[in-house]
């Protein structure tokens, strides 16, 4: 079956990095888009990042551009999210998201930006 487990989340002050990892699983995996979205307390989940298949496009929310780069890794099963010059307002539980005729989720981990 499909599973997608995260890893990476933690504590991080402003200004500071961190980098999320998602482990694939139960479909072939270079064949599909990969995304990140995220879900701040009291709000609705939301789009952050996607990479294409086998991986040379990406695309990224406006609030994340030029400071969340993502990134496959298609030998690995495995899809990243590098964080940097973090903000407060990026404090969220994070998900890897695919799309294989419905959406499936991984548990998330989260991430909590603060001083």
């Known amino acids: 079956q499909v599973q997608l487990v995260e890893s990476g989340g933690g504590l991080v002050q402003p200004g500071g990095s961190l980098r999320l990892s998602c482990a694939a699983s139960g479909f072939t995996f270079s064949n599909y888009p990969m995304a990140w979205y995220r879900q701040a307390p009291g709000k609705e989940r939301e789009w952050v990042a996607r990479?294409?298949?086998?991986?040379?496009?990406?695309a990224y929310a406006d609030s994340v551009k030029g400071r969340f780069i993502i990134s496959r890794d298609n030998a690995k099963n495995t899809v990243a999210l590098q964080m940097n010059s973090m903000k407060p307002g990026d404090t969220a539980v994070y998900y890897c998201?695919?799309?294989?005729?419905?959406?499936?989720w991984g548990q998330g981990t989260q991430v909590t930006v603060s001083s």
């Open positions: 998201n695919v799309y294989l005729g419905r959406n499936y």
């Open positions: 990479i294409s298949s086998p991986g040379g496009n990406t």
